[in-house]
């Protein structure tokens, strides 16, 4: 890509906000109240704004490689305490999606190098999920499966933090795990049960 070309579309992009509306980047710069925390993959074809349709201002975004949250990631912890404790959002999304380079490179018996310790987190799903995913003969279809039950550890990981325990107690507040299906453009739910997961645990994780 031309790195003068991003410039054009910028002031393309400015042009076209200010047609609709003449304060569009005046009331942008009040202050940002989202009511969501979106957490996905860094991957370029994945853009979380554009693939939920939302406006600026409406999601709070973080993104890493293969959507992961491990507690010892300060960035992601971080991000998590200011959406959380400080914008009051009501919902925290981790969204994964099918043919993800992170999570494949985790299936490879492969050294990576400065990834290894990264990737250990998505291996680690695999461990956890071992009887599940060894029974699916399919490539393809263990490939996806382990997406799913990425985002769903991820999603545990969130709801053991202590912001997220607070933010129950306090209001109306859900933690949702999807899939982005980059062959349909889709948005899957996968309707996570987590009072059933976290049923057994929830005893030894509980702060709050």
């Known amino acids: 890509m031309d790195l003068a070309q991003i410039f054009a579309n910028n002031q393309l992009w ?6 609709t509306d003449k304060d569009f980047f005046k009331n942008l710069s009040l202050g940002q109240s989202p009511k969501v925390l979106y957490i996905g993959c860094s991957d370029s074809r994945v853009t979380a704004e554009e693939l939920m349709g939302t406006k600026p201002g409406e999601v709070f975004v ?9 507690n010892t990631d300060l960035s992601a912890m971080s991000v998590i305490n200011y959406a959380v404790s400080h914008l009051k959002v009501n919902h925290i999304v981790v969204c994964g999606h099918y043919y993800c380079s992170g999570v494949k490179a985790a299936m490879q018996a492969e050294d990576m190098g400065i990834l290894n310790p990264w990737l250990r987190n998505i291996r680690d799903v695999y461990r956890l999920h071992k009887d599940e995913l060894s029974g699916i003969t399919d490539e393809e279809a263990k490939y996806k499966r382990l997406v799913e039950l990425n985002v769903q550890e991820q999603c545990v990981n969130i709801i053991k933090t202590s912001d997220v325990q607070k933010a129950y107690k306090e209001r109306d507040f859900t933690v949702h795990g999807w899939v982005f299906d980059i062959h349909t453009g889709k948005l899957i739910d996968l309707k996570i ?10 005893e030894i994780y509980r702060i709050i």
């Open 62 to 70: 973080h993104r890493n490689i293969a959507n992961m949250v491990p």
């Open 14 to 19: 400015i042009e076209e906000k200010l047609k």
């Open 193 to 202: 049960d987590f009072d059933n997961i976290l049923k057994e645990i929830m």
